[in-house]
């Protein structure tokens, strides 16, 4: 019995690119990418947006022959990437506003099948606040009519570009500067905030899926896959912003993969509503490794490092447990 | 071809036979009957190639219009009053981004309170966003306006908006020549796009510009505009050659050249006020009326011309800029500069009240008799509002103010006490 | 002239389908409702103006030459005669008489002759199955004005349910039995006896 083998590095990819076949290999391993967003642009050190955006636009140019059009809401990413005079955006590339991302791409699509370029496919981006908050309306239309619109959000949990405040993604107990560590409740309260990868996968589209910018390989497949359908696509990518998050511009991937393994951020891909894979996690890890890497959890922590808020880190631990048993993404042996 | 149709239909045949490639808008009275058959002219495969688009909001609405535009698509959407402030940051986005979008604004009242009949109040609220707002007095010229608006908004690469009157314009059968589609073709040619979205030649579209440029970027939506003024009477030319009819133009003048006082209105109400006009110059009153067709840009220097000899202007608007006073008759004014020619302002029509043969009458014979103050509200019920005003006077918690009216009026059952 | 009826009655299409008439014989015509918020039940008017030339204005109708009431149950309640032309027509959707109404005053100020009673939802019923009123009564607004000839009537109807024809007929039959039924009246049968007359 063959069974797949899996390489694992810490912080890079190298062993994984070098020891698969070429056309395993992921696209940011080819010198001939598409650099959707190439260099120059102006995000901060360690953004996981950035990373992210350049992950799956390169990995949808290239799963689409480089016909593809993008269109980008108002956030981190369209700022960063299109200082006046410049652009860092290298693809056929489109900025209206805020809260309309997704219906823009309506647009754009119908105009491209109007106009009988079949072969040209869209893509709608927006950050957290473009998808769940402003853009939740237009993002529901576009998932209720079917429209053949991949879109991706870039989730750091709060909007980052107008300077970290609290959006309908952020975690309970982070903080943010309108859910500050003050109070008998500090941060984010809990019971609030949407799950959108559920709320796509309630609106029964063709394809929902998770990734991470921690597992490139992960997430350029769900881009490749994504882009085998037609109708309405849905990608949430959890990408941590050094910044907002208060933590190490080095840890980025990192703290995304701790995401995962704690079971807080559970990876899989659904079709018409019903996840059809799940990756598990493979070395579970406690909440409290993930939170302590960032300065927005800092108050759940004392200098030590233990919990200074034992009840809200419990708390936390309660959802990471829910989602892993929501999800199955520990086989039977592991933690319930 | 001559048909006793209704407004909204005879718009939706026209914009049919302009040949627009993608068709979105969300329903809201009284524009409903505009875009409801267009879907089905879509559905029914006789409007193709075309995309109709249902969407869920006005601002999803003008926002597929963007992206379809953006992609090198005609776009066409239509609304009125609540709905053109919804999508109010998408109008100026497109008016920015300087996209040929046509949209028709069923004009109609904004709330609060909540009022579905016709006024200006809308198209007013949008005038600086960078839109050409070209007023039908008919719905011939509501028709003939929509074919004009495509090939000037494609040759200036700048969104258009014909507004009708709501229920008033949309709602009334009348006779309409509807043009043929090889009229129409021979007017308006296929949409060039100056920009476009295209993965062969990809370009960023929407970019931030900062303090080094924006002057400039929006120096260029005002060099547009000033375009237009001179385009809009040109295309109007063309037309009348091509269908044979006057429609369009930036204003246009009815026994207004050896009048005295001067009558400068909007939209439908024309028609109102040229009967009125006929009949009080058969009573040997000198006066005439000047329509303002293009009310964006407007158009300063042919106003001015059109007036210039008046002894005083009478300016009848369906809207007002609360606690100041009117709108169109601030522009008009604008035009008159220097010149010792009164403005006075008739704010008449709010909300869908009727603006009878008898009122006007009676405004412009006080007009006529130099009687008339610089702001009217044409049949206001002065007693309605100052019982309200003393019941406000009175109690601190005097209640909602529209229901008071309502039910003084009779027309809201008495509340417990 | 205007027309009266409640929401459901198709006073709206009443009025359009007079313009077309009108259209139809080469005239001018003007047709609009007066729209309160759409339900059925509710008061609803409509406008309808002819003429030779181009009509230019807005105003609803506020000095009729002929009226038309679909539901007579709004005599009590709205003022439908206000502004009617001393030689105005006023044609009534009912099975009773203008005196039963208590209308009877009415043929005082106005010309009797001009004053007509047609039992149209009947007749709808008989012939559509529905007892929809308006084209029925436009087929009476044609005998007794002459404003519109009959077989214009006829057209609009046709053409306005074209694309159901046995609803098109039905109206065109019961349009022209309100025809033949007010032009009796006005040669001076009495309404009652005419309901006991055979159906057309």
Same mark, same amino acid.
């Given at each position: 019995?063959?069974?797949?083998?899996?390489?694992?590095?810490?912080?890079?990819?190298?062993?994984?690119?070098?020891?698969?076949?070429?056309?395993?290999?992921?696209?940011?391993?080819?010198?001939?990418?598409?650099?959707?967003?190439?260099?120059?642009?102006?995000?901060?050190?360690?953004?996981?947006?950035?990373?992210?955006?350049?992950?799956?636009?390169?990995?949808?140019?290239?799963?689409?022959?480089?016909?593809?059009?993008?269109?980008?809401?108002?956030?981190?990413?369209?700022?960063?990437?299109?200082?006046?005079?410049?652009?860092?955006?290298?693809?056929?590339?489109?900025?209206?506003?805020?809260?309309?991302?997704?219906?823009?791409?309506?647009?754009?699509?119908?105009?491209?099948?109007?106009?009988?370029?079949?072969?040209?496919?869209?893509?709608?981006?927006?950050?957290?606040?473009?998808?769940?908050?402003?853009?939740?309306?237009?993002?529901?239309?576009?998932?209720?009519?079917?429209?053949?619109?991949?879109?991706?959000?870039?989730?750091?949990?709060?909007?980052?570009?107008?300077?970290?405040?609290?959006?309908?993604?952020?975690?309970?107990?982070?903080?943010?500067?309108?859910?500050?560590?003050?109070?008998?409740?500090?941060?984010?309260?809990?019971?609030?905030?949407?799950?959108?990868?559920?709320?796509?996968?309630?609106?029964?589209?063709?394809?929902?899926?998770?990734?991470?910018?921690?597992?490139?390989?992960?997430?350029?497949?769900?881009?490749?896959?994504?882009?085998?359908?037609?109708?309405?696509?849905?990608?949430?990518?959890?990408?941590?912003?050094?910044?907002?998050?208060?933590?190490?511009?080095?840890?980025?991937?990192?703290?995304?993969?701790?995401?995962?393994?704690?079971?807080?951020?559970?990876?899989?891909?659904?079709?018409?509503?019903?996840?059809?894979?799940?990756?598990?996690?493979?070395?579970?890890?406690?909440?409290?490794?993930?939170?302590?890497?960032?300065?927005?959890?800092?108050?759940?922590?004392?200098?030590?490092?233990?919990?200074?808020?034992?009840?809200?880190?419990?708390?936390?631990?309660?959802?990471?447990?829910?989602?892993?048993?929501?999800?199955?993404?520990?086989?039977?042996?592991?933690?319930? | 071809?001559?048909?006793?149709?209704?407004?909204?239909?005879?718009?939706?045949?026209?914009?049919?036979?302009?040949?627009?490639?993608?068709?979105?808008?969300?329903?809201?009275?009284?524009?409903?009957?505009?875009?409801?058959?267009?879907?089905?002219?879509?559905?029914?495969?006789?409007?193709?190639?075309?995309?109709?688009?249902?969407?869920?909001?006005?601002?999803?609405?003008?926002?597929?219009?963007?992206?379809?535009?953006?992609?090198?698509?005609?776009?066409?959407?239509?609304?009125?009053?609540?709905?053109?402030?919804?999508?109010?940051?998408?109008?100026?986005?497109?008016?920015?981004?300087?996209?040929?979008?046509?949209?028709?604004?069923?004009?109609?009242?904004?709330?609060?309170?909540?009022?579905?009949?016709?006024?200006?109040?809308?198209?007013?609220?949008?005038?600086?966003?960078?839109?050409?707002?070209?007023?039908?007095?008919?719905?011939?010229?509501?028709?003939?306006?929509?074919?004009?608006?495509?090939?000037?908004?494609?040759?200036?690469?700048?969104?258009?908006?014909?507004?009708?009157?709501?229920?008033?314009?949309?709602?009334?059968?009348?006779?309409?020549?509807?043009?043929?589609?090889?009229?129409?073709?021979?007017?308006?040619?296929?949409?060039?796009?100056?920009?476009?979205?295209?993965?062969?030649?990809?370009?960023?579209?929407?970019?931030?510009?900062?303090?080094?440029?924006?002057?400039?970027?929006?120096?260029?939506?005002?060099?547009?505009?000033?375009?237009?003024?001179?385009?809009?009477?040109?295309?109007?030319?063309?037309?009348?050659?091509?269908?044979?009819?006057?429609?369009?133009?930036?204003?246009?003048?009815?026994?207004?050249?050896?009048?005295?006082?001067?009558?400068?209105?909007?939209?439908?109400?024309?028609?109102?006020?040229?009967?009125?006009?006929?009949?009080?110059?058969?009573?040997?009153?000198?006066?005439?009326?000047?329509?303002?067709?293009?009310?964006?840009?407007?158009?300063?220097?042919?106003?001015?011309?059109?007036?210039?000899?008046?002894?005083?202007?009478?300016?009848?608007?369906?809207?007002?800029?609360?606690?100041?006073?009117?709108?169109?008759?601030?522009?008009?004014?604008?035009?008159?500069?220097?010149?010792?020619?009164?403005?006075?302002?008739?704010?008449?029509?709010?909300?869908?009240?009727?603006?009878?043969?008898?009122?006007?009458?009676?405004?412009?014979?006080?007009?006529?008799?130099?009687?008339?103050?610089?702001?009217?509200?044409?049949?206001?019920?002065?007693?309605?509002?100052?019982?309200?005003?003393?019941?406000?006077?009175?109690?601190?918690?005097?209640?909602?103010?529209?229901?008071?009216?309502?039910?003084?009026?009779?027309?809201?059952?008495?509340?417990?006490? | 002239?205007?027309?009266?009826?409640?929401?459901?009655?198709?006073?709206?299409?009443?009025?359009?389908?007079?313009?077309?008439?009108?259209?139809?014989?080469?005239?001018?015509?003007?047709?609009?409702?007066?729209?309160?918020?759409?339900?059925?039940?509710?008061?609803?008017?409509?406008?309808?103006?002819?003429?030779?030339?181009?009509?230019?204005?807005?105003?609803?109708?506020?000095?009729?030459?002929?009226?038309?009431?679909? @539901?007579?149950?709004?005599?009590?309640?709205?003022?439908?005669?206000?502004?009617?032309?001393?030689?105005?027509?006023?044609?009534?959707?009912?099975?009773?008489?203008? @005196?039963?109404?208590?209308?009877?005053?009415?043929?005082?100020?106005?010309?009797?002759?001009?004053?007509?009673?047609?039992?149209?939802?009947?007749?709808?019923?008989?012939?559509?199955?529905?007892?929809?009123?308006?084209?029925?009564?436009?087929?009476?607004?044609?005998?007794?004005?002459?404003?519109?000839?009959?077989?214009?009537?006829?057209?609009?109807?046709?053409?306005?349910?074209?694309?159901?024809?046995?609803?098109?007929?039905?109206?065109?039959?019961?349009?022209?039995?309100?025809?033949?039924?007010?032009?009796?009246?006005?040669?001076?049968?009495?309404?009652?006896?005419?309901?006991?007359?055979?159906?057309?």
């Amino acid at each position: 019995m063959t069974v797949p083998v899996r390489f694992y590095q810490v912080g890079s990819f190298a062993v994984g690119n070098r020891l698969v076949p070429g056309a395993e290999r992921t696209v940011q391993s080819d010198p001939s990418r598409t650099n959707s967003l190439t260099c120059g642009h102006r995000a901060c050190q360690g953004c996981g947006e950035a990373l992210g955006a350049r992950y799956a636009l390169d990995a949808a140019m290239r799963a689409t022959a480089g016909r593809m059009v993008a269109v980008n809401a108002t956030g981190c990413l369209e700022v960063f990437s299109t200082p006046y005079p410049e652009s860092s955006w290298q693809i056929a590339w489109l900025h209206s506003l805020f809260g309309n991302a997704p219906a823009v791409a309506t647009g754009v699509a119908a105009a491209l099948r109007v106009k009988g370029r079949h072969d040209v496919r869209v893509v709608g981006q927006a950050g957290d606040g473009g998808t769940v908050d402003i853009g939740f309306g237009c993002l529901s239309g576009m998932f209720e009519r079917n429209d053949d619109v991949l879109f991706i959000c870039y989730d750091n949990q709060a909007y980052m570009n107008t300077g970290v405040q609290r959006s309908g993604a952020t975690p309970p107990a982070a903080r943010t500067a309108t859910t500050e560590t003050v109070g008998p409740e500090p941060g984010n309260p809990f019971g609030q905030g949407k799950n959108m990868p559920a709320l796509a996968m309630a609106h029964e589209i063709p394809y929902v899926a998770t990734a991470t910018v921690a597992d490139l390989h992960d997430l350029e497949a769900k881009v490749e896959r994504a882009m085998t359908f037609h109708g309405a696509r849905y990608l949430h990518i959890l990408v941590p912003c050094p910044l907002g998050w208060g933590a190490a511009p080095c840890d980025t991937v990192r703290i995304a993969r701790l995401a995962t393994q704690t079971g807080l951020f559970p990876l899989l891909e659904a079709e018409h509503g019903e996840v059809v894979r799940v990756t598990k996690i493979r070395r579970l890890a406690p909440v409290a490794d993930y939170l302590r890497l960032q300065g927005r959890f800092a108050h759940l922590f004392d200098g030590t490092g233990e919990p200074a808020r034992p009840d809200i880190v419990a708390a936390l631990q309660e959802l990471a447990d829910r989602t892993i048993r929501r999800y199955g993404l520990v086989d039977d042996g592991g933690r319930p | 071809m001559l048909r006793q149709i209704e407004g909204s239909r005879a718009v939706a045949e026209v914009v049919a036979s302009c040949r627009p490639e993608v068709v979105c808008a969300y329903p809201i009275s009284p524009q409903t009957h505009i875009i409801e058959a267009l879907g089905s002219l879509v559905k029914a495969g006789d409007l193709s190639p075309c995309e109709f688009i249902n969407v869920e909001s006005e601002f999803a609405a003008m926002s597929v219009a963007i992206g379809a535009s953006a992609a090198g698509a005609r776009a066409f959407t239509a609304t009125s009053s609540q709905g053109l402030l919804f999508m109010m940051e998408a109008v100026y986005n497109a008016g920015g981004l300087g996209l040929p979008i046509v949209m028709t604004l069923a004009n109609r009242a904004i709330g609060a309170p909540i009022n579905i009949w016709n006024d200006h109040s809308d198209a007013m609220a949008v005038r600086d966003a960078g839109w050409v707002q070209l007023f039908a007095e008919t719905n011939q010229e509501a028709a003939d306006l929509h074919i004009q608006a495509f090939r000037l908004a494609e040759e200036l690469s700048l969104p258009v908006m014909v507004c009708m009157d709501g229920f008033i314009l949309t709602h009334a059968s009348e006779r309409v020549d509807l043009p043929t589609q090889e009229q129409v073709d021979a007017y308006l040619p296929p949409f060039q796009p100056r920009q476009r979205l295209d993965p062969d030649e990809p370009v960023s579209i929407g970019a931030m510009v900062g303090p080094e440029a924006f002057e400039e970027v929006r120096f260029i939506a005002h060099t547009r505009q000033q375009q237009a003024l001179v385009r809009i009477g040109d295309l109007a030319e063309e037309f009348a050659e091509a269908f044979g009819r006057d429609s369009g133009g930036l204003v246009h003048q009815y026994r207004s050249a050896d009048a005295e006082t001067v009558v400068v209105a909007l939209g439908s109400v024309l028609g109102t006020i040229k009967d009125v006009v006929d009949s009080s110059r058969d009573r040997g009153m000198r006066i005439g009326v000047v329509g303002v067709t293009s009310f964006r840009p407007f158009p300063i220097d042919a106003l001015r011309a059109a007036l210039q000899h008046a002894r005083r202007v009478v300016v009848v608007e369906k809207a007002f800029s609360v606690g100041f006073g009117g709108v169109l008759s601030t522009d008009v004014a604008m035009s008159l500069t220097g010149l010792p020619i009164p403005v006075a302002t008739v704010v008449a029509g709010l909300g869908g009240r009727p603006i009878t043969k008898a009122s006007l009458q009676t405004l412009f014979e006080t007009a006529d008799r130099g009687e008339l103050e610089r702001l009217t509200f044409l049949d206001l019920n002065r007693g309605l509002v100052d019982r309200e005003l003393q019941r406000i006077a009175q109690s601190r918690t005097s209640g909602p103010s529209a229901e008071n009216i309502l039910r003084d009026l009779g027309t809201v059952a008495s509340g417990i006490g | 002239m205007r027309i009266h009826g409640r929401g459901g009655q198709g006073v709206v299409t009443a009025a359009e389908l007079l313009a077309v008439a009108a259209f139809e014989e080469g005239r001018f015509a003007q047709a609009f409702p007066s729209f309160g918020s759409e339900r059925t039940g509710a008061p609803v008017v409509s406008y309808c103006r002819l003429d030779e030339r181009q009509i230019r204005t807005r105003e609803p109708v506020v000095a009729p030459d002929a009226l038309i009431v679909l @539901d007579p149950t709004l005599v009590h309640q709205v003022d439908l005669f206000s502004g009617l032309s001393p030689e105005g027509f006023v044609l009534v959707n009912t099975t009773r008489t203008f @005196d039963a109404l208590g209308l009877g005053s009415l043929l005082d100020r106005f010309r009797e002759d001009r004053l007509v009673t047609v039992p149209a939802s009947e007749m709808a019923q008989r012939h559509t199955g529905r007892p929809v009123p308006n084209a029925v009564l436009l087929g009476g607004f044609a005998a007794v004005t002459a404003e519109v000839s009959l077989s214009a009537v006829v057209t609009a109807v046709r053409d306005r349910f074209g694309s159901e024809p046995s609803v098109a007929e039905g109206n065109v039959a019961a349009a022209a039995a309100a025809y033949a039924y007010v032009r009796q009246q006005m040669r001076g049968v009495p309404g009652e006896a005419m309901l006991s007359a055979p159906p057309d």
